[in-house]
């Protein structure tokens, strides 16, 4: 496992560099959710300019799928009856602008965020970022690319020419930020919180005057091991290291039957050995391993060009290049 050098040089650069930046903040388990807000806390204590525009209802494992609200107002209570039923079907907190929520999937969000939020109410804002998380549960392997409402989110972004960067944690509930954000500094969503920011920030130092804070079709996948008050191995810093979406120890979803019951299920199970390696640095190890192998957090560098390598392009066009003409 190989911790990126440009982590180890910039992070040294923060306590005398600092870059305030606007930034787009989403999600898939909703606007009130504890993590979501504490990453706005982090993020503009930090000093940056964040607009927080998430789904008013959990949306996770909606994919890419871009649903906007087709009723002024909703016909349902929001996530935690917050907000609830009857309520404008999107709308800001009523103690800050800058928070939003939309009825409407995380993909929707990025493109209401852009094209509504930031041009209608804040015109004279570039946004810098667009972050989506952190998740309320890992987003890991090839799989997530698809159906994760997280990445989606951050992939839209990406598509519209937005650097993005998907977050998830290891935690797997989904609490009210009113019941569960307090300002303990072993609490999980705190610490997520503070990670989000390190490595905004270290982009944002080696970014400079730079117009782009990452390339045109890259995004990030970041995913953490448990922390804090949920970590048994007392991890509050979890380290940053580059991993592959593919790779061992990466899983598919099988369909299994209950003799028993007549039901089908699922299941899971690895399908991706070392040697399957196409594109990327086939070096470095798979998120599902590094996160199972201690304090540490995968970043997984992905491209929104769909395009097969081009050894493997030709090689396709060739098998059919006599029989097409």
């Not at 019941?179 to 969503?189: M, Q």
């Not at 919180?193 to 970014?207: E, I, S």
């Not at 995004?219 to 091991?225: D, M, Q």
């Amino acid at each position: 496992m190989k911790v990126a050098s440009v982590f180890s040089s910039a992070i040294a650069l923060l306590a005398s560099t600092c870059y305030a930046k606007n930034i787009i903040l989403t999600n898939d388990d909703g606007w009130a959710s504890t993590n979501i807000r504490a990453a706005y806390n982090a993020l503009t204590d930090a000093g940056h300019n964040v607009f927080l525009v998430a789904p008013a209802s959990q949306r996770s494992g909606w994919g890419g799928r871009y649903e906007l609200p087709d009723t002024t107002t909703l016909l349902t209570d929001g996530e935690f009856s917050y907000p609830p039923a009857g309520a404008p079907s999107f709308s800001y907190e009523p103690t800050n602008d800058h928070i939003w929520y939309l009825n409407g999937t995380p993909a929707a969000c990025v493109g209401f965020a852009l094209d509504y939020v930031i041009p209608r109410y804040f015109p004279n804002i570039t946004i810098d970022l667009v972050v989506a998380g952190p998740n309320e549960g890992t987003n890991i392997g090839s799989g997530a690319y698809t159906y994760s409402g997280t990445i989606a989110a951050t992939y839209n972004a990406v598509l519209r020419g937005y650097p993005g960067i998907a977050f998830s944690g290891s935690m797997t509930n989904n609490s009210f930020f009113k019941d569960s954000l307090n300002n303990d500094t072993d609490n999980p969503s705190n610490i997520l919180g503070q990670k989000v920011v390190q490595l905004a920030d270290v982009l944002f130092t080696k970014q400079g005057v730079n117009s782009r804070t990452l390339p045109l079709s890259i995004g990030l996948n970041v995913n953490f091991p448990n922390v804090g008050t949920d970590s048994s191995t007392n991890c509050t810093d979890p380290k940053y290291v580059f991993t592959r979406f593919t790779g061992s120890k990466e899983t598919s979803t099988f369909v299994t039957y209950d003799n028993a019951t007549g039901l089908l299920g699922t299941t899971s199970k690895y399908t991706a050995p070392d040697g399957n390696c196409l594109n990327g640095n086939c070096s470095l190890t798979s998120g599902t391993a590094l996160l199972a192998s201690g304090c540490y957090a995968s970043i997984d560098v992905f491209s929104i060009d769909y395009d097969a390598p081009i050894g493997i392009a030709y090689e396709t066009e060739n098998l059919f290049a006599a029989a097409l003409g």
